[in-house]
């Protein structure tokens, strides 16, 4: 039956779906410097570019962040509160203290003093983990899409900003002119395995809205059939994870400088379609 | 839809062992009262009263006045609203029919909208509505999202969050809310419901009534008599 309603919709726009891409590229880029680390002892290299990387995505990302708000000067008055319900309230301040440690982080290793950076690591991998699923955690406080209703997100989050995160480093280090020890920078098996657990994920994410509510077999349908069936299954699925993935480890021997660079920029697009379908998606079907 | 039994209403605030250790020092605070200038019977400005609404969709016409008197009172901005009509149409020809189903800010007394809000903009006020500080909204639009009723929304010109306010700046000087007073079929009754004298606390006590979307536990003081769909 037909019926005529008002629906207003939360203010979510491109500039919140970019600052979900910066936001987990820094996360993300701090996990990997710290994991790298401790790694191997040819992958200080990528510990240092990835730590290089984190408060560069940060900033824009807290820039993005600041300018989508309706009032982007009044953004301190975040600052002088602390409001345990609000999760904006918790982001804010772990993304204040991130900004911090990740700058001295990043700084230590710029000096090569990869030991101090390490310890520093510890206090910051937290703040890091928090900043990749705040993204997730800030669109299930919003009620009504079935998309965002969802105690995956956080992780789909989490696991793209990984995965964007070794994609910079890689297209960082190829285009400075690095030569990869390993094919990838060793950073091979690691982008096959989240790239795996990210399609895993929204696999079963798409299921439980298939075995849900009408409303959200509606958006699975809309996911898939309907009208971002070309953004979700062709640029998210295909373009973004299949086909890197089948590049990875169909070509992955081989030592050359486009294959690097082209599966990096595939997984980008990849990451970057995620985010703004569940934006955009999230936002139609509420 | 799931018909509310009146315990849910602001009452239930207060159990009956709070309320014993409360009158316990009532003496005391009568004494203090009693020095006190006499307050009006209006308003008095303080958490005892619980305001709401109870709408008749019986007598609803789906004339659309509140909403054009809301917008005229609060001068809201176009594709935005404060306070609407929902229609639903029904049936197959010839056998058809429209339903109305008038929307306000809910006045929940547990609103996500306000746990979400990062700088306490959104707040309880002195009356005990929910509301919103215009200098301390910075336009996150979270509570918009928030609130499962989809009431509130980004002002596109203040660029802050705005909602219905149940006119408090009208019952304050002891007058209807807007979309009450132009309501011409008088389906709309503003009131106390802590009140058990007040017209809405006894529509409530001799009526079937339900909420919007109660089993969000949300608790609601719109009240609604009659069938709706949402």
Redesign the interface.
């Known amino acids: 039956?037909?019926?005529?309603?008002?629906?207003?919709?939360?203010?979510?726009n491109w500039m919140i779906a970019l600052y979900f891409f910066f936001g987990g590229l820094a996360g993300g880029g701090f996990l990997l410097s710290f994991w790298a680390g401790y790694g191997k002892e040819n992958s200080g290299h990528l510990a240092r570019a990835s730590a290089q990387i984190t408060p560069i995505a940060l900033i824009i990302g807290l820039l993005l962040l600041v300018f989508?708000?309706?009032?982007p000067f009044?953004?301190w008055?975040?600052l002088t509160?602390f409001?345990p319900?609000?999760?904006?309230?918790w982001g804010?301040w772990v993304l204040t203290l991130f900004m911090i440690v990740s700058t001295v982080y990043a700084f230590l290793w710029r000096i090569n003093k990869g030991g101090s950076a390490k310890v520093l690591g510890w206090l910051g991998v937290p703040l890091a983990l928090f900043t990749s699923i705040y993204t997730g955690l800030?669109l299930m406080?919003?009620?009504?899409s079935p998309l965002w209703d969802s105690a995956l997100l956080p992780w789909i989050f989490l696991v793209g900003g990984l995965v964007s995160a070794a994609a910079v480093s890689v297209l960082v280090l190829t285009l400075t002119g690095h030569e990869p020890a390993e094919p990838f920078f060793g950073l091979k098996r690691y982008i096959c395995a989240l790239v795996i657990l990210e399609l895993v994920m929204v696999g079963s994410e798409l299921v439980a809205l298939y075995t849900g509510s009408a409303e959200s077999a509606r958006v699975a349908n809309m996911l898939l059939i309907g009208r971002f069936s070309v953004w979700f299954v062709g640029l998210q699925i295909i373009v973004g994870s299949v086909l890197p993935l089948g590049l990875l480890i169909l070509a992955g021997a081989f030592r050359s400088r486009i294959l690097p660079v082209l599966v990096s920029v595939l997984l980008l697009i990849g990451v970057l379609t995620v985010r703004f379908v569940v934006v955009f998606a999230g936002r139609i079907s509420? | 839809m799931a018909y509310n039994k009146a315990t849910e209403r602001c009452k239930s605030v207060t159990s009956r062992r709070e309320f014993i250790v409360a009158s316990a020092p009532a003496g005391l605070a009568a004494t203090v009262l009693a020095t006190q200038k006499p307050l009006g019977n209006v308003h008095r400005g303080a958490r005892d009263k619980c305001y709401g609404m109870v709408i008749d969709l019986r007598r609803c016409i789906g004339c659309h006045a509140c909403s054009v008197a809301c917008k005229s009172e609060f001068n809201v901005p176009l594709g935005?609203?404060r306070s609407?009509v929902?229609?639903?149409?029904?049936?197959k020809y010839p056998n058809v029919r429209r339903t109305f189903l008038p929307?306000l800010c809910n006045n929940c007394r547990k609103t996500?909208c306000i746990?979400?809000?990062?700088?306490?903009?959104s707040h309880y006020d002195e009356h005990g509505v929910s509301s919103i500080n215009q200098n301390?909204?910075?336009?996150?639009?979270?509570c918009?999202?928030?609130?499962?009723y989809?009431?509130?929304?980004?002002n596109p010109e203040?660029?802050?969050?705005e909602k219905c306010t149940l006119c408090m700046h009208r019952v304050a000087k002891g007058v209807a809310p807007a979309c009450v007073n132009t309501c011409v079929g008088r389906a709309r009754v503003f009131g106390d419901f802590n009140d058990p004298e007040s017209e809405v606390s006894s529509l409530v006590r001799t009526n079937k009534t339900a909420t919007l979307r109660p089993q969000?536990g949300t608790k609601p003081q719109v009240y609604y008599i009659g069938d709706f769909?949402e």
């Open positions: 039956m037909p019926s005529y309603d008002i629906y207003h919709l939360p203010a979510l989508h708000l309706g009032h009044r953004f008055l975040t509160t409001r319900s609000s999760v904006i309230s804010t800030l406080q919003l009620s009504g509420l | 935005v609203w609407w929902k229609i639903t149409e029904d049936g929307k996500p746990s979400v809000c990062p700088t306490g903009a301390k909204c910075i336009g996150c639009g979270l918009v999202g928030a609130c499962p989809k009431m509130r929304f980004v203040k660029r802050i969050a969000l769909d």
